[in-house]
């Protein structure tokens, strides 16, 4: 073929002298594949997928993803629960084999050999046989993978509290608290604060005081002799101040 033949220079590129038709390429010689990926099949995959995604779209108005109150990294009785996907390692992690000092043997070394048995199995089993009888060791590996997914998902659903999780992430709405107040620095400069929180709002070892309906008297009584989890004695202070105090958190609504 000569330099130049059928292209017209234009400028410094070349264009072609003839135009030819868009005409999907005939793969009738081939079974299965009659028709162009461009723009045929990737047209339907698009429109498939357009749908798909209006699906999702819809679902996650219709349905928000369900929110918990804002993360507190100091609440050591906060019971955490990946999504669904994880849930099996998250089971792994809860037997001794694979917790505590073996964490490591639960978080990396066993689930890398599962892996990494499932990524291999091609190369284990490469005969030509595609019927599953044939195929023994990489039909074994899959179905004991997909097997030990489902028993360990199932049984980190079924062990989990669900009540206690709702609880602990509930969204509260948070009282307006006057933190210049008198009766707040009291009660910021006593152990209280480390069980109940700057806000009041409670925790794992100790409830909110806000809107509790107690009076001051009530909240003294408390204070001094304890109340279920609370020992007695924990208040170092004058008496005036755990006055204060009490009409402090008595007023909290």
């Not at 330099?3 to 868009?22: I, Y």
């Not at 969204?171 to 604060?193: M, R």
């Not at 007695?232 to 007023?251: R, V």
Request: hydrophobic share 40%; glycine share 10%.
């Amino acid at each position: 073929m000569h330099r130049g033949k059928g292209m017209k220079f234009v400028g410094d590129s070349r264009v072609s002298a003839e135009k030819k038709p868009n005409i999907p390429k005939d793969y009738s010689e081939y079974p299965g594949k009659t028709e162009a990926f461009w723009p045929n099949f990737l047209l339907k995959e698009w429109m498939v997928g357009a749908v798909f995604l209006v699906g999702y779209l819809s679902l996650t108005v219709a349905h928000p993803s369900p929110l918990e109150r804002m993360a507190d990294p100091t609440d050591a009785g906060y019971i955490p629960l990946p999504d669904w996907y994880f849930l099996f390692l998250y089971q792994l992690l809860k037997y001794e084999f694979a917790s505590g000092p073996y964490t490591v043997m639960g978080a990396l070394i066993m689930p890398g050999l599962a892996f990494g048995a499932l990524l291999l199995a091609p190369w284990l089993d490469n005969g030509p046989e595609r019927r599953p009888t044939r195929r023994p060791i990489a039909v074994s590996l899959m179905l004991l993978g997909v097997a030990a997914t489902i028993f360990l998902t199932w049984e980190s659903v079924v062990n989990h509290d669900w009540e206690a999780a709702a609880k602990q992430g509930a969204i509260v709405a948070e009282a307006e608290i006057d933190k210049e107040s008198e009766g707040y620095q009291i009660y910021a400069t006593q152990s209280c604060i480390n069980c109940h929180g700057e806000t009041l709002a409670g925790g794992p070892a100790a409830p909110g005081l806000v809107g509790t309906g107690l009076t001051p008297d009530d909240v003294k009584n408390i204070v001094i002799n304890g109340q279920g989890n609370m020992p007695a004695g924990q208040f170092n202070g004058t008496d005036e101040e755990l006055q204060k105090l009490a009409e402090f958190i008595s007023t909290l609504e």
